[in-house]
């Protein structure tokens, strides 16, 4: 009926869909909230309503439409419940007779499923029985073959041959298989129990005849008969037991053989040369098993029995135990280069007895045996690590020392601290040093010695400054107790953070020099880091070299953040050190004041005192600093320390002046007609002496900026000074005598 009704179409601008209303889940209040998302309930109000009108229309229409049919509804039903109770009587007994035939379906139904039950039953009794004949049937077949094999040996004990042997062992292999086979299914069974010690009895009696049938395979090197007996050590589910008889009596005695810890320890490349040895046994000594197994290059694919895996079952096991029991002193990490010696020789044996396993299947079955990982785990690579880092964070610690120390010669850096911080990355990362099982703690330990550097660096930035000339040294600042690389690489490094502080020692502007030169070395050298690194982390498979870059260019912008504090050190140091003769522009006007000087034709010498600094600078760290830094360093200097020199000259010209305007009031005051009683012999006055000197000094100041390869204009404040000057000269050379 809902696929025939349909209701009347709405307006194109209803907010719902009418077809909402016929679905069989409709539900008033998700109509609601769906509608409220896209208009208001004001709005869906109007449209309701509106769709009400004309669904009512609708309905109108509809019952004028079939009118006649609504009408003839209630006559049409007259009588009807007279049929149905007509209807009822029949259906009923109806009803009866299919009960009754369901019920005997289900009695018979349950008659066979208790005969199938029995059937079951009997059937897996029968199947004990037939399983515990074959039981009895196979031990008395198998105890049949021995008697007969044994008469045959007290009869005719040289007529047997071996191969012979490993064909009868064969054929009771097969039928101790079935054997076991049967004997597991009869598990419980009363009469197997009686049966259990004549098993056991064969049992013993085929490995015994198995081992020394396979020893002299081995001893003869026979390969008929070690392929026979391996195959029925395969028959009979015992490979295990095959590699476990091979490991103790042809490998262990080599092992023990070759093992010999005073050979080792007493020859400069004994280690080596034991390992060469037990290279040596595969070829030489398992030749013939490999052959048989497939474990060749040359194997007979047809004549393989497979199963089995004696490098990794019976060789590696017991090289692995007598490396344990033979030599304990292979792993003491107690001397680290020894250790790393051994560690390096004894991996790359490893690698080359992996090369001489079959195939890549048998690596893997190597690489996952117990003690493979036994072997692992005794390098107690932790702990080599530890001794590792206490050598080079105490090495480290030691050059980070206040005194500064100058670099080793022939080193590329300046001071100790840098050449030792270079140096410890260097080591990290060398053949000597280098494990690849450590390779994240050296790359943790790599930026933990970047970080202290930087550290050091904020440190030295903050020391006052020492005079050079004089072995006074400024008054020691207090700063917070200094953070140090931690011994322990495990220690967490913020406990160090404590409130205590300590004097801090001064520095010479040469020591701050040298430590800004190498800090811009390090930086230039952080790429070379990563070329030292990257072949490392290839080496164990690491690819994400771009996390790596990353990391180090975080390093990088640590130091970078380092070299403004340091700039501004040194430039206000140069900067103090040529002001303080810069300064003696006060002592000017003293030197021409009533003492009948000439008149002034060269700088004063202060100026070129002034100067030394920033030459000492140009010529002394030519080799040593980049000449940018050279010219950034003058440019601060020379704008701070021109800064103080304009505030200088200005004050004193200011002072000349106003001395000037003095005088004169005091004569205009007097009213003498004397000549000007700051000049003598009716030449130049003293006043414009002095502004004549300044103006040479700064003049030879400009001429000597220009000489160093600077502009003047890049100066600050030179301009605003050399147009003082210049108004001061003017006056002075214009002004009548």
């Known amino acids: ?26 539900d008033v209040d998700h109509f609601v909230s769906d509608c409220r998302k896209r208009v208001q309930l004001e709005e869906l109000r109007e449209d309701l309503e509106l769709y009400y009108k004309l669904l009512k229309t609708a309905m109108v229409e509809l019952i004028n439409k079939d009118y006649a049919d609504f009408v003839n509804l209630s006559t049409n039903l007259v009588g009807m419940d007279k049929a149905l109770n007509q209807l009822s009587v029949p259906l009923g007994q109806l009803r009866e007779e299919v009960m009754s035939l369901k019920s005997c379906v289900s009695e018979g139904i349950q008659a066979v499923d208790d005969r199938m039950t029995k059937q079951e039953d009997i059937r897996r009794k029968k199947m004990c029985v037939l399983r515990l004949i074959h039981v009895i049937q196979s031990v008395e077949k198998i105890e049949k073959i021995l008697h007969s094999q044994g008469t045959k040996e007290l009869s005719s004990l040289e007529g047997n041959s071996p191969l012979v042997t490993g064909q009868v062992l064969e054929r009771i292999a097969t039928e101790f298989n079935q054997l076991q086979f049967h004997a597991v299914q009869s598990k419980g069974m009363p009469l197997l129990d009686k049966v259990r010690p004549r098993i ?60 010999v810890e005073q050979y080792v320890q007493s020859h400069p490349n004994g280690l080596q040369a034991m390992y060469n040895r037990l290279l040596e046994f595969v070829p030489h000594h398992c030749r013939l098993l490999r052959e048989v197994t497939g474990g060749a290059i040359s194997s007979e694919k047809a004549d393989i029995v497979p199963g089995y895996d004696f490098l990794v079952n019976s060789v590696w096991p017991e090289i692995v135990r007598g490396l344990e029991e033979k030599l304990p002193s292979l792993f003491n990490p107690g001397n680290p280069d020894v250790f790393h010696e051994k560690y390096t020789t004894s991996m790359d044996f490893v690698r080359k007895f992996e090369r001489q396993c079959g195939s890549q299947a048998s690596v893997k079955r ?63 990362w060398s053949d000597q040093m280098f494990v690849p099982l450590l390779a994240h703690r050296l790359w943790k330990l790599s ?21 050079e000339n004089t072995k006074e040294s400024k008054k020691p600042v207090l700063v917070g107790k200094k953070e140090s690389l931690s011994l322990n690489p495990s220690e967490d490094q ?27 070395k390090l930086q230039d050298r952080i790429p070379d880091i990563l070329d030292m690194i990257k072949p490392k982390l290839e080496m164990i ?62 700088a004063s010498p202060y100026v070129d005192s002034a100067l030394k600094p920033f030459y000492r600078l140009q010529n002394d760290y030519r080799d040593t600093l980049k000449q940018p830094m050279i010219h950034q360093w003058l440019e601060g200097a020379l704008s701070d320390s021109t800064q103080k020199y304009y505030e200088t000259v200005s004050d004193v010209l200011s002072s000349v002046k106003k001395m000037e305007e003095s005088l004169k009031r005091l004569k205009q005051a007097r009213r ?15 006043d414009n002496k002095i502004r004549l000197q300044l103006a040479l000094d700064i003049e030879y100041f400009g001429e000597q900026i220009r000489k160093m390869g600077l502009e003047t204009s890049s100066i600050k404040s030179f301009s605003a000074l050399a147009e003082l000057v210049l108004t001061a000269k003017d006056q002075a050379t214009m002004e009548p005598s």
């Not at 056991?200 to 026979?228: F, K, Y």
């Not at 953040?561 to 206000?572: D, E, K, S």
């Open 447 to 467: 930026l933990q010695i970047l970080a202290r550097y930087s550290v050091f660096i904020s440190e030295v930035s903050v020391r006052p400054i020492s005079s």
């Open 366 to 428: 190597l690489r996952a045996h117990p003690s493979y990982h036994s072997f692992n785990n005794k390098w107690n690579l932790p702990v080599y690590f530890q001794i590792r880092f206490r050598e080079i964070a105490g090495a480290l610690e030691e050059a980070l020392s206040d005194t500064l120390e100058e670099a080793p010669a022939g080193s590329s850096f300046c001071l100790l601290a840098t050449h030792m911080v270079w140096a410890s990355l260097v080591k990290c």
């Open 672 to 686: 003498t007609a004397t000549s000007n009683p700051v000049g003598t012999n009716g030449g130049m006055s003293d």
């Open 200 to 259: 056991a009895g064969i049992t013993a009696m085929l490995q015994q005849s198995l081992e020394g049938l396979l020893l002299e395979g081995l001893q003869t090197s026979n390969v008929d008969i070690i392929r026979h007996c391996l195959r029925t050590y395969a028959t009979i589910d015992k490979t295990r037991d095959a590699e476990a008889l091979v490991g103790q009596v042809l490998v262990k005695p080599y092992v023990d053989e070759v093992m």
């Open 494 to 520: 913020g406990n160090g953070s404590s409130a205590e502080s300590v004097p801090l020692s001064s520095i010479s502007s040469t020591q701050l020099i040298y430590v800004a030169a190498d800090l811009d």
């Open 1 to 26: 009926m809902e696929g025939r009704m349909s209701l009347p179409r709405g307006p194109e601008n209803l907010c719902f869909d009418k077809d909402e209303f016929m679905k069989a889940d409709f």
């Open 541 to 602: 498979g690491f690819k994400n070299m771009s996390c790596i870059a990353g990391a180090l260019e975080d390093s990088k912008t640590s130091l970078s953040a380092c070299v403004p504090t340091l700039n501004n050190r040194i430039i206000q140091d140069l900067s103090e050190s040529s002001f303080a003769y810069l300064k003696s522009a006060l002592e000017v006007p003293r030197l021409y004041r009533r003492t009948n000087k000439e008149v002034p034709t060269k």
